[in-house]
């Protein structure tokens, strides 16, 4: 059974920085391409970041250079930093997995101007 748990998320003021992690089970996060998502209040879900099984990254065009997504395959857990963080960033933020989709069940991040 895959079970992935987000953490990290809370408030902070703009311009400050969260690392948000994402811990899994029953599923090899080196082996897999893992991504988050977030999903502001009164929007759709969107596209953060993915980070391939080979290494290679990819970022939504309003996070790029702000986020950086990492594993630690000692620890099976996907990270997500975030820096320069703005009120627009203020949404749950999500795990998944590709290939065969599984979902976190998201942390919050609020920034406060």
């Known amino acids: 059974q895959v079970q992935l748990v987000e953490s990290g998320g809370g408030w902070v003021q703009a311009g400050g920085s969260l690392r948000l992690s994402c811990a899994a089970s029953g599923i090899i996060v080196s082996r897999n391409a893992m991504g988050w998502y977030r999903q502001a209040p009164g929007k759709q879900r969107e596209f953060v970041a993915i980070l391939a099984s080979n290494g290679g990254t990819n970022y939504a065009d309003s996070v790029k250079g702000r986020f950086t997504i990492s594993r630690d395959n000692a620890k099976n857990t996907v990270y997500l930093q975030m820096n320069s963080l703005q009120p627009e960033d203020t949404a749950d933020y999500y795990c998944?997995?590709?290939?065969?989709?599984?979902w976190g069940k998201g942390t919050l991040v609020t920034v406060s101007s």
């Open positions: 998944r997995t590709y290939g065969v989709e599984y």
